[in-house]
């Protein structure tokens, strides 16, 4: 429809590797707010990480489009793979201000109730907050208290089930050899086992 401004999900993250409860967050984002698109930016060198090794980015990138191929709603933005240095959320959302196909657009930034929690301690958050939403998902144990956070009275709790499942188990259960099909979408299964690519001594999340 003419003059209606396109509604995005930005969903950023390591994706080391992509698994299904990312994918599914992601599709009840979508639903939940009326998103005309989710767009998933792994980063190169999330800043949170810095102390330890996370699987190459060309590697999680390649999974990552694996993951989401044949959903007409979920892209995949390189713009943080592209940076050097580490990737900062409040960087990535003024960058995406200045592309055309973003800068009319409702921006809704999917982070989890365990982010948002710690939100103040973002770069720039103020600053975040005026260049998008924020649209939380739940996290298991973490109990969203409008007296904790000042930014959670402006952000819109997602109808979401808890996931509980984190990259970081994955990577676990494959350094201990355990299978972790079904927990991977199965091209991603296929491409790990076929490669061995994942950063198996990193057990942080």
């Not at 599709?27 to 792994?42: K, M, S």
């Not at 979401?160 to 199965?186: D, F, K, M, N, Q």
């Amino acid at each position: 429809m003419t003059g209606t401004r396109r509604r995005l999900g930005i969903f950023g993250g390591t994706f080391d590797p992509v698994h299904i409860a990312h994918l599914a967050i992601a599709e009840w984002a979508r639903e939940d707010l009326r998103l005309d698109e989710v767009v998933f930016i792994p980063n190169r060198i999330p800043p949170h990480k810095t102390t330890f090794t996370v699987t190459s980015p060309e590697c999680r990138l390649e999974m990552l489009q694996l993951a989401i191929a044949g959903n007409p709603y979920f892209s995949i933005s390189t713009i943080e793979v592209n940076r050097d240095g580490p990737s900062y959320t409040v960087d990535t959302l003024r960058s995406l201000r200045q592309a055309p196909e973003y800068a009319n657009a409702d921006l809704f930034l999917i982070i989890g109730a365990d982010n948002l929690i710690e939100f103040d301690q973002w770069r720039s958050a103020d600053e975040i907050q005026k260049l998008c939403v924020l649209a939380v998902y739940p996290r298991y144990g973490i109990q969203i208290d409008k007296e904790r956070s000042i930014y959670s009275e402006r952000a819109i709790l997602l109808k979401a089930p808890l996931l509980e499942l984190a990259s970081a188990e994955i990577r676990r259960r494959l350094t201990a050899g355990h299978s972790i099909r079904y927990l991977v979408p199965e091209p991603v299964f296929e491409y790990i086992e076929r490669s061995s690519i994942i950063n198996r001594n990193n057990t942080n999340d």
